[in-house]
C-alpha cells in the first residue's frame, strides 16, 4: 500500500532557532494534509496543499508541495516553546483514506 | 467546531473480552475512521467508513470489526481482547471531498488490555 517517509524522527532545538520536517511519497498525492499533535493530545489539522508546488503560510509556519506532488514540508521560522510537538504530514491518494507519516517530535529548549 | 467524541478516555480490560469503542461526530460527516497510535509506529488506520453500514478495511484490521447503523456513530470492536491490542484509539471524521479541511480527531481512547 501507498507509505509516507518523514524525517526526521525527532528534532530537538533551542528556542528561536528554525525547523524544517519532510515527507516523500513514491507515488504522485492529490492532496497532502499536516497535523500537529500536543503531548497528551490528538492530531489537529494544520492545512491541506492541492496543487503542485503550491507554497502556503501560516504566521511563522511555511507549508510546501513538491512540483511533482511527491514531497512536502513544514518549515518553523524561530520556534517558540509553544511549537513542542509531534508533527505528521498526511497523504491522499485517490480515496478519502489518509496515510500518515511517523512524525517528527519537536522539543525547545527555552 | 465539529466535534468528534469517543465514548472513554481510559479503559481496561482482561484478555478475551469484547471490547467496544464508540465514537460520535456531531457535523453529519459522511467519512470516519478508526486509527492506533503506538510509539514509533505512527497513525495505523484499521478501518474507515464512508457512508452508513458502508466499511472498508484499512491497514491493520485483524482482530476489529466496525459497525456504523447511525451517520453520526461509528463503534469499533475488539471481538477477542488480546495484549497485543493495547494502545491509543483514535477516530476522525471528515466530509466527502471537502477542499481546505482535513480529519477531526477525537481525544482518543487509551486502551489497556491486561
Known amino acids: 500500500g501507498q507509505q509516507v517517509m518523514q524525517i526526521p524522527q525527532y528534532q530537538h532545538v533551542q528556542e528561536g532557532e528554525d525547523f524544517t520536517t519532510y515527507c516523500n511519497s513514491s507515488?504522485?498525492?492529490?492532496?497532502i494534509q499536516w497535523y500537529k499533535q500536543r503531548p497528551g493530545g490528538h492530531p489537529v489539522f494544520l492545512i491541506q496543499?492541492?496543487?503542485?508546488?503550491e507554497v502556503k503560510k501560516q504566521k511563522r509556519l511555511t507549508f510546501q508541495f513538491g512540483e511533482a506532488k511527491k514531497n512536502s514540508s513544514l518549515h518553523i521560522t524561530a520556534t517558540q516553546t509553544t511549537d513542542v510537538g509531534t508533527y505528521f504530514c498526511?497523504?491522499?491518494?485517490?480515496?478519502?483514506?489518509?496515510?500518515f507519516g511517523k512524525g517528527t517530535k519537536l522539543t525547545v529548549n527555552p | 467546531d465539529v466535534k468528534v467524541t469517543q465514548s472513554s478516555r481510559y479503559l481496561v480490560k482482561r484478555t478475551g473480552e469484547k471490547v467496544f469503542l464508540e465514537c460520535v461526530q456531531d457535523?453529519?460527516?459522511?467519512?470516519m475512521f478508526w486509527y492506533r497510535q503506538d510509539p514509533g509506529l505512527g497513525l495505523r488506520l484499521i478501518y474507515f467508513?464512508?457512508?452508513?453500514?458502508?466499511?472498508e478495511k484499512g491497514d491493520i484490521p485483524e482482530g476489529y470489526s466496525v459497525s456504523r447503523e447511525k451517520k453520526e456513530r461509528f463503534s469499533l470492536i475488539l471481538e477477542s481482547a488480546s495484549t497485543n491490542q493495547t494502545s491509543m484509539y483514535l477516530c476522525?471524521?471528515?466530509?466527502?471531498?471537502?477542499?481546505?479541511?482535513?480529519?477531526?480527531f477525537g481525544s482518543g481512547t487509551r486502551l489497556t488490555v491486561v
Open positions: 476522525a471524521s471528515r466530509r466527502d471531498r471537502e477542499v481546505g479541511y482535513g480529519y477531526t
Open positions: 507515488t504522485t498525492l492529490s492532496n
Open positions: 496543499l492541492v496543487k503542485s508546488g
Open positions: 498526511a497523504a491522499q491518494g485517490g480515496s478519502e483514506k489518509l496515510v
Open positions: 457535523m453529519d460527516h459522511e467519512n
Open positions: 467508513s464512508y457512508d452508513v453500514k458502508m466499511k
